[in-house]
């Protein structure tokens, strides 16, 4: 006889991540082409030749630099091992119940029904606009007295789409303040939406105590095999946060890079336009092959395919490019290098491909 296990454990979906083969283009993971901004890969390499010693696990120097960085005090900033991890302790922090909820979009990021099963608690899924947009009335209106915590992934991840400062302000407002709301700002630096128009979680939770903001090092600084994301928010949550952080889990180059990646922040900023530019080249390309293609701030665009998503994904593969299906939703295809792109497209808007699947 084994060990006993929590039964629940065996209806838990195990996170997928984005396929890859040697052979073919990969766009199939959020990842960005380019690598390491300089400064950070010089970081990497000094801090690897101290890897015999423990990390700072308060991770204070970055958590100075973030604090330093956003306007903000270092006890309202928390690091983790990718913002996921995050995620998870969002919900042991919140959650101590199966009967406690947990409200997020769907289709949004995989992992947070996930980590609200891994939490013990209940997910509230909240089906997206037919604008793949997050119906923000309908998450207030899900919310009741069991709900302990909202995901809003803005911009969302597989749609690409993202509300704008006064929508998220109006949800906000008609959440109760003892409900935590997540922002998950994943892909924020991508976004272009206008000065007026452009939410960030920061300035929003500056006076709200009951948001938190989440970001990452992993997606535009180039840093997602190294896993490191950060929590923004007010100093109570943010002290319960440091106490279910698993010890030494942002490792030390980890935190050497990031440090390195915000003191190069301009040249971060340059790469992502250039990013952003191809994702404007792509979405238009697909939608002049007649592809419907909501209007992304991400690093990808969405096909929202449905029940052809696994069937158009599998033909892209034997075309040489891998791309992410999500079964009965859709495909996301993250932008890469020009030539990457280019070889996708080839294979989307050949006539015979975009008469079969748009």
């Known amino acids: 006889?084994?060990?006993?296990?929590?039964?629940?454990?065996?209806?838990?979906?195990?996170?997928?991540?984005?396929?890859?083969?040697?052979?073919?283009?990969?766009?199939?993971?959020?990842?960005?082409?380019?690598?390491?901004?300089?400064?950070?890969?010089?970081?990497?390499?000094?801090?690897?030749?101290?890897?015999?010693?423990?990390?700072?696990?308060?991770?204070?120097?970055?958590?100075?630099?973030?604090?330093?960085?956003?306007?903000?005090?270092?006890?309202?900033?928390?690091?983790?091992?990718?913002?996921?991890?995050?995620?998870?302790?969002?919900?042991?922090?919140?959650?101590?119940?199966?009967?406690?909820?947990?409200?997020?979009?769907?289709?949004?990021?995989?992992?947070?029904?996930?980590?609200?099963?891994?939490?013990?608690?209940?997910?509230?899924?909240?089906?997206?606009?037919?604008?793949?947009?997050h119906d923000l009335d309908a998450m207030a209106g899900a919310v009741t007295d069991r709900t302990k915590l909202i995901f809003v992934c803005n911009p969302n991840n597989p749609s690409g789409t993202a509300h704008g400062r006064a929508e998220l302000e109006r949800?906000?407002?008609?959440?109760?303040?003892?409900?935590?709301?997540?922002?998950?700002?994943?892909?924020?630096?991508?976004?272009?939406?206008?000065?007026?128009?452009?939410?960030?979680?920061?300035?929003?939770?500056?006076?709200?105590?009951?948001?938190?903001?989440?970001?990452?090092?992993?997606?535009?600084?180039?840093?997602?095999?190294?896993?490191?994301?950060?929590?923004?928010?007010?100093?109570?949550?943010?002290?319960?946060?440091?106490?279910?952080h698993i010890p030494f889990s942002v490792n030390r180059v980890a935190q050497a890079a990031a440090i390195a990646s915000l003191q190069a922040h301009g040249e971060l900023l340059d790469r992502t336009d250039v990013l952003v530019a191809q994702r404007h080249q792509l979405r238009a390309a697909l939608l002049a092959a007649g592809y419907e293609v909501p209007p992304s701030e991400a690093n990808f665009v969405w096909l929202p395919l449905r029940e052809r998503s696994i069937e158009f994904a599998e033909a892209s593969a034997l075309a040489g490019v891998l791309v992410r299906p999500f079964a009965g939703d859709g495909v996301r295809v993250t932008v890469g290098d020009p030539h990457e792109n280019e070889q996708f497209l080839s294979f989307a808007t050949a006539p015979e491909t975009a008469a079969r699947f748009r």
């Open 1 to 133: 006889m084994t060990a006993r296990i929590r039964p629940d454990l065996a209806t838990i979906p195990a996170y997928v991540p984005g396929r890859n083969h040697p052979d073919a283009v990969k766009l199939a993971s959020n990842e960005t082409t380019f690598g390491p901004l300089p400064s950070a890969a010089k970081a990497i390499a000094e801090a690897a030749e101290l890897a015999n010693r423990y990390p700072d696990n308060q991770v204070s120097e970055l958590r100075a630099a973030l604090a330093e960085f956003l306007g903000v005090t270092v006890a309202e900033v928390a690091v983790g091992c990718g913002s996921v991890a995050l995620c998870q302790e969002l919900v042991q922090i919140t959650c101590d119940a199966p009967t406690d909820e947990v409200v997020f979009a769907w289709r949004s990021f995989e992992a947070y029904p996930i980590v609200t099963q891994v939490g013990n608690a209940t997910a509230v899924r909240v089906p997206l606009t037919e604008g793949h947009l």
């Open 171 to 244: 949800f906000l407002d008609r959440v109760p303040a003892h409900v935590l709301v997540v922002l998950d700002e994943a892909y924020y630096e991508y976004l272009r939406l206008t000065p007026e128009t452009r939410p960030d979680g920061v300035e929003i939770g500056r006076t709200r105590p009951n948001v938190v903001v989440l970001r990452t090092f992993s997606k535009a600084y180039g840093l997602a095999g190294l896993r490191v994301g950060y929590a923004v928010g007010h100093p109570e949550v943010i002290t319960a946060l440091l106490k279910v």
